[in-house]
């Protein structure tokens, strides 16, 4: 093989794998919103605190607390809050998909907190409130 052809081919390899990086490091779930299931797996799922933003986009630091927190979310309608230090918060669910939002009812509440569904995946859910504030939550 001539080394100039062998040089061609090395560069052509090395192009293409820096596109196939470059393809596969872009293709990410945000905006993918996928069913309901998603969100509680054949029976109940519970959801783990990654990140949180405030409105601006700044990512919030989580204290202890913060970080024990778990929600648990169940096929029959039903969730449950829970962290480390105040006990648990228990309610219904609503999600709608095609608008792209999930609405909590605590228990003895006769209002509802409504938060934008941003990315659902089977691992990863992304929630923001009216005000800008974001939650990024990973599957247990």
């Not at 569904?117 to 247990?140: F, H, P, Q, R, Y």
Request: hydrophobic content about 35%; aromatic content about 8%.
């Amino acid at each position: 093989m001539k080394p100039q052809s062998l040089f061609s081919l090395r560069y052509f390899a090395s192009l293409l794998l820096l596109l196939s990086l470059f393809a596969t490091a872009c293709s990410n779930d945000k905006g993918k919103v996928e069913g309901v299931n998603m969100l509680y797996g054949t029976d109940s799922k519970v959801w783990k605190t990654a990140k949180q933003t405030d409105a601006s986009g700044d990512k919030v630091k989580q204290d202890d607390a913060q970080k024990q927190q778990e929600l648990h979310v169940f096929a029959n309608g039903n969730y449950t809050m829970t962290d480390g230090a105040a006990g648990a918060i228990s309610g219904k669910y609503e999600f709608d998909q095609a608008g792209r939002t999930i609405s909590f009812a605590p228990e003895g509440s006769t209002t509802k907190n409504v938060f934008a569904v941003e990315t659902l995946t089977d691992d990863k859910l992304t929630i923001k409130s009216a005000n800008g504030e974001a939650l990024m939550l990973e599957a247990e």
